[in-house]
């Protein structure tokens, strides 16, 4: 999906402290970071989270013993 969003003033002025602090690179970046941590606090997307937890960790967890990584992403 693509959208255009215009920010200015105090919305603009975060996005700028935290490209300054090198959190993020651009404010596209921080519309995705604030965007990921609402869904962090309020767990909205949880299920597909876990996916593609699994999905990019999969290699890691095949060195790992049966049921360590399960245990963690089943705690809620």
Same mark, same amino acid.
């Given at each position: 999906?693509?959208?255009?969003?215009?920010?200015?003033?105090?919305?603009? @002025?975060?996005?700028?402290?935290?490209?300054?602090? @090198?959190?993020?690179?651009?404010?596209?970046?921080?519309?995705?970071? @604030?965007?990921?941590?609402?869904?962090?606090?309020?767990?909205?997307?949880?299920?597909?989270?876990?996916?593609?937890?699994?999905?990019?960790?999969?290699?890691?967890?095949?060195?790992?013993?049966? @049921?360590?990584?399960?245990?963690?992403?089943?705690?809620?």
């Amino acid at each position: 999906m693509n959208i255009t969003i215009n920010i200015d003033g105090y919305i603009n @002025g975060i996005a700028e402290k935290l490209i300054a602090k @090198g959190i993020v690179r651009t404010k596209s970046e921080a519309f995705r970071l @604030g965007l990921l941590t609402l869904d962090d606090k309020y767990n909205l997307n949880r299920e597909d989270y876990y996916k593609m937890a699994e999905k990019k960790f999969s290699k890691l967890w095949q060195d790992e013993p049966k @049921g360590v990584w399960e245990s963690y992403l089943n705690e809620k």
